[in-house]
């Protein structure tokens, strides 16, 4: 029988999840704090039609934290100009690089990185898992991939798998 792992307990890393039971168990967690100390990066970036891309990144954002948005596209190597473009226009990648640039200025100490690979090439999939490893180190973050790829399995970028 597996074990119940409160994810606020684990020491910052990046984890590999594979099983349904513990999937179920860190997905219920989620949706039991009253605190948003969790955020999501998934293959299907949920954006506000009517909202510049600026703006949806910045959404629930403190006022605060704004400031550090040029440090953070800086981080993802992301263009700014990218902020110029229509959401239809994005890649995979991009969306991706979007929603952590989101998620860092929320400041959020949990990210739920959903399998979102499938259309990545592999030089993409190595630069998500090298740029989550620079953000556990960074920031002592907790990231826990979801994802049923074996290859993933092999990584040397998770700290534990369940």
């Avoid at 890393?13 to 949706?31: A, H, I, P, R, S």
């Avoid at 948003?36 to 990066?41: A, R, W």
């Avoid at 907790?142 to 993933?152: D, G, V």
């Amino acid at each position: 029988m597996e074990q119940t792992i409160n994810v606020e307990h684990l020491p910052a890393g990046l984890y590999l999840v594979t099983t349904k039971n513990y999937k179920k168990n860190f997905l219920t967690q989620q949706y039991k704090r009253s605190k948003p100390s969790i955020g999501e990066v998934t293959g299907k970036w949920e954006h506000l039609p009517y909202l510049s891309l600026k703006e949806n990144v910045l959404l629930g954002v403190d006022k605060s934290r704004r400031a550090k948005l040029l440090t953070y596209i800086k981080l993802t190597e992301i263009n700014p100009r990218i902020f110029t473009k229509q959401a239809k226009e994005l890649t995979q990648f991009d969306k991706i690089k979007l929603q952590f640039i989101h998620l860092l200025l929320k400041d959020v100490s949990v990210i739920y990185l959903y399998d979102c690979f499938s259309s990545l090439t592999v030089n993409q999939m190595q630069w998500i898992l090298n740029f989550c490893r620079q953000l556990v180190q960074k920031y002592s973050l907790r990231i826990l991939l979801f994802s049923k790829n074996e290859q993933l399995i092999q990584s040397t970028y998770m700290d534990e798998i369940f």
